[in-house]
């Protein structure tokens, strides 16, 4: 019997049992006890402990670290099912409370263990096995780790301060409502609901809607750019002033164990491939029928009316393509849905975008996506999936290197999507359908590779801004130099979109994380490239790769496959087959 797939909401049940308060107290009373069980060992913590000692208290961090994600995953997945619900809003403020308190309770652990002489530290981390390369990365940030006094400073702080103003711009800004004329009829709109039409064939619709959504955001602004302006100046007291990092880029870096100068070259390159991009637009608006885009019209689809895909079609589409790769990466995704971890509703309050939250190793993680039937929607569930496996792969991993660093994290889910296009494009043998599907990858590839390096750029410039004293009308004027230099002349540009700025989450919540998306986009073009040559021969690699988690150093990781990211012809070599994918599209 065939399953059905049907739009609903998930269940958290595999975290929290319900009634959840029970277990929550259960858990935060064994969370104490392993607390306590290392703060007795304090004492003995010096060169000399023995490595059987040493691998102990590292199992009890380990236990401790599986309880706090354990929590911290059912209070945030909570929240973002309805960000407007007060008692789940509450839960995750105390729980973000007890998981800090302890945190800082046991931070003399990791401190201790940076500070340690090198003989020492290199003793244990050989006799440490899988976790190895999580020590070496602990012993990275030596240089910029403050005395215990300090650190519990910061935490207990960011948690009432920085941390709380960036959740102040998730709840205004989920609560935003969006009011457009669609077929004579005016809807009240979620953001997400409002997003779909950013991509219809109507150029009428699609200018409203960009309009719509400035408009809102520009009726923040003073509210939004302030909280930006807070975010950078925190940024910058601990990063520069009390971390000495070189740069505010170089803390993000450095968490993603990547080298500044790979990552200098890596937006060098993008930056230096920005007229293909323009190429594609002038050739778009020919198909368009045009003599050059407006900035509304980047996501235009070729076709005259968008086709919707209902849910379960979607999700047959997607269980098909990851079929056709392995199945058994498609028993892993079946998991998903048969354990109720996915999201997919479309409701007020909501957490808007989508996201995949791996909680634990050998726990099936959740999705969430806002599924409006759109060919855009069936890429994002696929590329939501795709983060899925990923986390699923690496399950055999420690809870304290289970995740991917940044850049490697979007590997599988990018990697996924392609999966699908390469199956559509493979299946149909229709001119236009072939021309819509090649415009929507070259699309996406805007989106995640030119724009998100664009992204990035300007978090360079806005922080410099900022940190010297600049307004916040410094800043626009930056973005929107931003926006004419990622475009040239390709398109048309209006001053409304000097304030686009303030509608971009990443830049509040995680700065300089935009990188990774153009890092493991151009990744995977080579990745895919590789797929296209050896077929079923590669999977075994590819797997390995994503089983790798967070247990090795990415440039390890990807050495297993041939590539060298310090490597400027690695990353052209991203841009190259996108030269193809436009000539193929010219040629069409």
């Known amino acids: 019997m065939m399953a059905t797939y049907t739009q609903s909401r998930w269940s958290l049940e595999d975290l929290l049992p319900s009634p959840h308060e029970p277990a929550t107290q259960s858990y935060l009373n064994d969370l104490d006890a392993l607390v306590s069980m290392l703060e007795t060992a304090k004492p003995s913590l010096n060169p000399n402990i023995s490595n059987q000692e040493f691998l102990r208290l590292l199992e009890i961090f380990e236990q401790q670290s599986s309880i706090a994600n354990r929590l911290s995953a059912f209070a945030n997945l909570w929240f973002y099912e309805d960000t407007q619900n007060p008692t789940a809003l509450n839960f995750r403020g105390r729980i973000d409370q007890a998981l800090a308190q302890a945190g800082n309770r046991s931070l003399f652990f990791t401190l201790w263990f940076k500070e340690l002489p090198d003989e020492s ?193 979607a999700v047959e589409m997607v269980l098909t393509s990851f079929k056709d790769f392995t199945p058994e990466v498609a028993d892993q995704v079946e998991r998903i849905f048969q354990e109720n971890h996915l999201d997919s509703e479309n409701r007020p309050g909501k957490r808007s975008g989508a996201f995949c939250y791996a909680a634990l190793p050998g726990l099936t993680p959740w999705v969430l996506v806002n599924y409006a039937g759109q060919a855009r929607d069936v890429a994002t569930l696929a590329h939501e999936l795709g983060h899925a496996v990923h986390a699923m792969q690496s399950a055999g991993q420690s809870v304290l290197s289970f995740w991917p660093a940044q850049p490697l994290s979007e590997t599988a889910s990018i990697f996924s999507e392609m999966l699908l296009t390469d199956r559509l494009l493979r299946l149909e043998t229709d001119t236009s359908l072939r021309r819509e599907l090649l415009a929507h990858t070259i699309d996406d590839a805007f989106a995640t590779i030119l724009r ?6 300007f978090e360079l410039q806005a922080h410099q801004i900022i940190n010297e004293g600049g307004s916040v009308e410094d800043v626009c004027d930056s973005y929107f130099m931003n926006l004419v230099e990622q475009f040239g002349d390709s398109i048309e540009l209006v001053e409304s979109f000097r304030w686009e700025w303030i509608s971009i989450p990443h830049i509040y919540k995680s700065p300089f994380y935009t990188y990774a998306y153009c890092f493991g986009q151009l990744l995977v ?64």
């Open 525 to 588: 073009l080579a990745l895919f490239q590789q797929y296209k040559n050896l077929g079923a021969a590669f999977v075994p690699r590819f797997l390995k790769i994503l089983s790798y988690g967070g247990s090795a150093a990415p440039a390890d990781i990807l050495a297993e496959a041939g590539i060298d990211m310090a490597a400027s012809d690695f990353w052209q070599g991203g841009f190259d087959i996108l030269q193809q994918m436009i000539q193929q599209l010219e040629d069409i």
């Open 121 to 313: 530290a290199d003793r244990l981390i050989q006799a440490s096995g899988r976790h190895a390369y999580l020590l070496k990365s602990m012993r990275r940030f030596k240089p910029h780790t403050l005395s215990e006094a300090e650190e519990r400073v910061i935490i207990l702080k960011d948690l009432d301060g920085i941390e709380a103003l960036v959740e102040m711009y998730d709840l205004i800004t989920n609560k935003l409502v969006f009011t457009l004329a669609v077929n004579g009829e005016t809807r009240k709109l979620t953001r997400d609901q409002l997003s779909v039409y950013i991509r219809h064939p109507s150029a009428e619709l699609r200018a409203a809607a960009y309009q719509e959504l400035l408009r809102v955001f520009k009726e923040n602004e003073t509210l939004l750019s302030q909280i930006y302006i807070h975010r950078v100046r925190d940024w910058h007291t601990e990063a520069i002033e009390l971390r000495h990092f070189a740069r505010p880029i170089s803390y993000r870096n450095l968490i993603n164990d990547i080298p500044g100068q790979v990552v200098e070259t890596l937006l060098a390159v993008c930056r230096s491939n920005a007229s293909l991009f323009q190429r594609y637009f002038r050739l778009k608006a020919s198909f368009l029928g045009v003599e050059k885009l407006h900035r509304f019209d980047i996501y235009a689809p070729l076709a005259s009316s968008e086709k919707k895909f209902d849910y379960a079609q």
């Open 452 to 457: 998100q390096a664009y992204f990035t750029i």
